[in-house]
C-alpha cells in the first residue's frame, strides 16, 4: 500500500492518533461530529504543503502545546525496485528518485513529517523540495468529497487523467509539434499554416508556460476524438445529478486504477460519502464496480489506498464481502475529552456462514450509538413502542437487533469487533439456568449457552476451576471494592450450581429466600459482562404481581371479562387458593409467559400429573385463547398502561411529571426500567 501509517499529533480533534496499515479498501465510519472529515482534512492539508499552497493553516487541539504534527509513512518498496531496474537505469528521472531514496528512506520506509507551529508557521523534518515533489507525483492524491461534485461538470476527469501517467512531454520540442502540423495540415510545405498561425497570436497575447501536467493534458487530449463526455452515448446534461455522481465516480476510479497498472505511481483517494444521491443498491453497485476493477487489473505493484468515508450499511456490508481480507473499517469516535479515536474492528469474518446472512440490517449496527441485543420478537415490539420511546426517550437513539443465533450475535459483538459501540445482551432466564428434577426437588443447571460473551460453571464444558480461571480476566483495572464484590458473586455461583431447591407445583415457584438472592448475584455478575437476564421471560417483565392491578383492567376492557371472578369458580377445589397472585401467573402462561420455575403452557397443558394447575389454566383458556409473540397485545398492554400511568401523575411542572412518571413506571414494570436505566447510564458516561 502507498501509505503505511499516519500519525497525528495535537491537531483539531486529534490529541494523539496512530494509525498503522492500511488496506486497499478502507471504509471510515462512526457517527457525525467525532473527526472523519477531520482526517479528510489533514490529508488534504498535508498534501498542500507539500506544493507550498497558500492556506490557512490547521487548527492546534490544544494551546498548551505550542506545535502539532502530521507524519505519513510511505511504502516505497515497489518505487525501490522499480528505480533500480536494469532497464531504468539509465533514466534520469528515475535515478534522481533513486538517489532521493537512498538518502532519506529506511528499510523501504520513507517518513515524512510536518510540524505546524502555534505561530501558523510551517516546517518539515526533510527540506528537500525535490523530494516533496517526487512524493506527490509517485503518491499523488485525490479527494472526491461526494456533496461538492458538480453532477454536470467532469472536467475534474482531465485533472486526473494529467496527473497519472510517467509521460515526460518536455522533451518534445515545441517547433517540432509546429513542424508536424505544418506538414499534416498543409499539401503544400512551404507554406506553414500553423505555425504562422501561432505565430500571429503570440504577438498580441502574452501567456504563461504549460505546467508539467498541463502538458501532459494537451498531449492526451490531441490523440483522443473529443473531450465532451457521455453517459450511454448521451449528454451529460441529459441525466439525473445522481445517475452523473454515480458515473463520475465510476469513471474517475476506473481511470485511475487502468492508468496506474502498469505505472509506478501510487494514488490515495479519499471519497467522502459517496452515497449521496444514491438509490441503496447503487451504493452496492458501486462498491462491485471497484471490487471488478481490482479483480480483473491484477499486476505484481501496489494497489491504490482507496478511502471510502460512508454512513451506509449498504457500502460497508458490500467491501467486508467482497473484499474480505483486503479491506478494514476504521470506527471514529469520542472520549470524554472530545478527542477522535480511531478503532480498527475486526471485520475479516472468516464463518461463511455469518458471512452469507450478514446484510444491511446487521452493517446498519456499526453505526450504533447502543445497540441492544433481544431475544425475540416481543423484545423487539416493547423496545420499539413510539410511546414508550416519549417517555424515555434514549431509546429512539438506539438500535435494538433480533439475534437469536450465536453465529450472528457474537460476530456483531462490539468487543469481538473492536469498535468502541456500547451495547447490552437482553436473556430470559432459561438462557442462563435451568432446572433438573431429582425426587421432589429440582437442582439447578447453569448454562453456557454464549461463552463468547461470559463464563458460567455447567455440567458439559466448564468446570469449577475453568470457571475461577475464565473469570479472573475481568479482574483487572478494577477498583478493590468491586473485586470484593466481584469475588462475592463467584462464590455465590459457585455454590448456586447444582443446588437443590423445593418446587410448589402450584405456583410453581421456589419459596426459598437464598434462591432469589443467588439469582440477584448472577445477574450483578453478569451486568459486568453486559448481560441483563429476566427473572422469567420477557413476558413477565410486562405480566407481574407489580403490574397485575393495570393487567386486570386492561383484560377487562380488552376482552370483556372479570378476570376477579374467577377467584370464585366453584368448580375448583381450594378455591381459596386462587388468589390475585395466582391469577396473574396463570395470565401470564397464556399470554406466552413462563413461570418462575420455567414451565410454560406446552409443558403445563400436557401434564400428566398436574392435574389442579391444569384444570385453572383451561378454564382460564375458555375465556382467553393461548397468546403468541406476534398476536398484538404487548403493544396494546402497553400503551394501555403508559396511558394510565401518565394519567395518575399529579405533578404539574414538567421535571417533576417525569421524575413521578418514571417512579410510577419502576414500581409497576421494575425489570423493563432497570435494562432502560442501564441503557441510559451506558450512554451518560460516554
Not at 657 to 668: A, L, P, T, Y
Request: glycine share 2%; net charge positive; with cysteine.
Amino acid at each position: 500500500m502507498p501509505i503505511k501509517s499516519i500519525k497525528i499529533k495535537n491537531i483539531l480533534s486529534f490529541e494523539d492518533l496512530y494509525v498503522d496499515r492500511f488496506e486497499e479498501i478502507n471504509c471510515i465510519i462512526g457517527r457525525n461530529n467525532v473527526g472523519k472529515s477531520n482526517l479528510l482534512k489533514v490529508i488534504r492539508y498535508f498534501y498542500q504543503k507539500l506544493t507550498n499552497e497558500r492556506v490557512l493553516p490547521l487548527e492546534l487541539n490544544s494551546n498548551y502545546s505550542s506545535f502539532g504534527m502530521i507524519s505519513i509513512e510511505y511504502d516505497t518498496s515497489f518505487l525501490s525496485r522499480v528505480v533500480s531496474a536494469t532497464k531504468n537505469i539509465n533514466i534520469g528521472y528515475f535515478q534522481k528518485i533513486k538517489e532521493k531514496l537512498i538518502k532519506y528512506s529506511e528499510d523501504d520506509i520513507l517518513i515524512l513529517e510536518l510540524f505546524i507551529n502555534s505561530d501558523d508557521s510551517i516546517r518539515w523534518n526533510i527540506e528537500d523540495k525535490e523530494l516533496r515533489n517526487i512524493i506527490v507525483d509517485i503518491f499523488p492524491f485525490f479527494d472526491l468529497p461526494s456533496r461538492y461534485i458538480e453532477p454536470k461538470d467532469w472536467s475534474k476527469l482531465w485533472h486526473l487523467i494529467s496527473r497519472l501517467k510517467p509521460f515526460n512531454p518536455h522533451k518534445i520540442k515545441i517547433d517540432r509539434v509546429k513542424e508536424f502540423f505544418d506538414t499534416e495540415i498543409n499539401s503544400n510545405q512551404n507554406y506553414k499554416t500553423y505555425s504562422n498561425y501561432i505565430g500571429d497570436i503570440e504577438k498580441y497575447l502574452e501567456i504563461d508556460r504549460y505546467k508539467h501536467s498541463d502538458k501532459v493534458l494537451n498531449f492526451v487530449k490531441s490523440g483522443l476524438r473529443g473531450e465532451r463526455f457521455l453517459i450511454d452515448s448521451k449528454s451529460i446534461d441529459t441525466q439525473s445529478d445522481g445517475t452523473n455522481t454515480y458515473k463520475f465516480l465510476e469513471a474517475f476510479l476506473s481511470l485511475m486504477i487502468v492508468l496506474t497498472k502498469k505505472s509506478y505511481i501510487s494514488p490515495i483517494v479519499y471519497i467522502d460519502e459517496p452515497e449521496i444521491g444514491f438509490h441503496p443498491k447503487r451504493s452496492e453497485e458501486f462498491i462491485e464496480k471497484i471490487y471488478d476493477l481490482f479483480s480483473i487489473h491484477t499486476y505484481n505493484r501496489p494497489y491504490p489506498n482507496i478511502f471510502i468515508a460512508t454512513h451506509s450499511p449498504s457500502i460497508v456490508k458490500q467491501v467486508i464481502k467482497l473484499f474480505k481480507d483486503k479491506h478494514q473499517i476504521l470506527h471514529f469516535s469520542k472520549d470524554k475529552k472530545e478527542h477522535t479515536m480511531i478503532n480498527k474492528m475486526n471485520s475479516k469474518f472468516e464463518d461463511e456462514r455469518f458471512l452469507n446472512i450478514f446484510g444491511d440490517n446487521e452493517a446498519r449496527l456499526f453505526f450504533s450509538r447502543f445497540i441492544l441485543f433481544v431475544e425475540g420478537e416481543t423484545e423487539l415490539e416493547i423496545f420499539a413502542n413510539q410511546k414508550l420511546k416519549e417517555f424515555f426517550p434514549v431509546l429512539k437513539r438506539i438500535d435494538v437487533y433480533k439475534s437469536s443465533s450465536n453465529v450472528l450475535s457474537s460476530s456483531l459483538n462490539p468487543s469481538y469487533n473492536n469498535s468502541s459501540i456500547p451495547y447490552l445482551y437482553l436473556y430470559d432466564a432459561d438462557k442462563i439456568y435451568n432446572f433438573k428434577r431429582d425426587g421432589k426437588k429440582r437442582g439447578i443447571i447453569l448454562q453456557n449457552k454464549n461463552k463468547f460473551l461470559y463464563t458460567l460453571p455447567d455440567s458439559k464444558d466448564c468446570s469449577i476451576e475453568q470457571f475461577r480461571k475464565e473469570s479472573k480476566a475481568i479482574r483487572y483495572g478494577h477498583s478493590i471494592n468491586l473485586l470484593k464484590k466481584y469475588n462475592k458473586y463467584l462464590n455465590t455461583i459457585e455454590l448456586f450450581h447444582g443446588k437443590k431447591y423445593n418446587f410448589n407445583n402450584f405456583y410453581f415457584s421456589i419459596s426459598d429466600i437464598n434462591f432469589h438472592d443467588n439469582v440477584k448475584a448472577i445477574k450483578k455478575y453478569l451486568i459486568l459482562h453486559r448481560v441483563f437476564f429476566v427473572n422469567t421471560t420477557i413476558e413477565g417483565s410486562l405480566i407481574n404481581n407489580h403490574s397485575s392491578s393495570l393487567f386486570f383492567e386492561w383484560i377487562k376492557l380488552e376482552y370483556s371479562i372479570l378476570p376477579k371472578s374467577f377467584l370464585y369458580l366453584k368448580t375448583l377445589k381450594n378455591r381459596r387458593y386462587i388468589t390475585d397472585e395466582l391469577l396473574v401467573l396463570y395470565f401470564r402462561i397464556l399470554f406466552d409467559g413462563k413461570f418462575e420455575t420455567q414451565i410454560d403452557y406446552k409443558i403445563l397443558i400436557n401434564s400428566k400429573t398436574n392435574f389442579k394447575a391444569k384444570f385453572l389454566l383451561k378454564s382460564l383458556n375458555k375465556y382467553i385463547s393461548k397468546q403468541n409473540k406476534t398476536s398484538g397485545w404487548t403493544t396494546k398492554f402497553l400503551n394501555y398502561s403508559l396511558n394510565t400511568i401518565e394519567k395518575e401523575c399529579k405533578k404539574n411542572d414538567s421535571k417533576e411529571k417525569d421524575e413521578e412518571f418514571r417512579n410510577i413506571f419502576k414500581q409497576k414494570f421494575g425489570e423493563l426500567f432497570d435494562i432502560i436505566t442501564l441503557v441510559e447510564k451506558s450512554l451518560s458516561d460516554r
